[in-house]
């Protein structure tokens, strides 16, 4: 059986949605690894450090699914963390602040985003 490649190229816009440093759960320790991550859509450039000249990780955010609830980081135990998954993977990724979160999650996902902005809306309106 004979396997052929099909490559298609996808250019990135340059416009850079956002960039900045989000930690990344390794599986070998169960610690987090401070990474670069440039997302200009609709790919994500993981790097080791702002400066590096050799990109680490690509995601195509057309294939990925963001995942993030609000009452996650109480089942989970991590603060301003959400999931991204690939075809092959699962990734936990955290942001240092909520604001930070935030904006990751609209460049990754805007719709998701905006889900989530218009729930929490909701619910301080509820409570006043």
Request: proline residues 3%; charged residues 25%; hydrophobic residues 40%.
């Amino acid at each position: 059986q004979q396997l052929a490649a099909k490559v298609v190229k996808i250019a990135p816009t340059e416009k850079v949605a956002i960039r900045g440093y989000l930690n990344f759960l390794e599986n070998r320790d169960g610690g987090f690894r401070k990474r670069f991550v440039v997302v200009r859509r609709p790919y994500v450039f993981i790097y080791d450090q702002e400066k590096d000249p050799v990109i680490r990780m690509v995601l195509n955010l057309n294939i990925c699914k963001v995942q993030y609830t609000e009452d996650q980081g109480e089942m989970t135990g991590y603060q301003n963390a959400f999931m991204l998954y690939t075809q092959h993977r699962g990734l936990v990724l955290q942001a240092a602040k909520r604001r930070e979160l935030e904006q990751f999650l609209e460049a990754f996902d805007p719709l998701l985003a905006g889900a989530i902005l218009s729930r929490e809306g909701l619910q301080k309106q509820n409570r006043t």
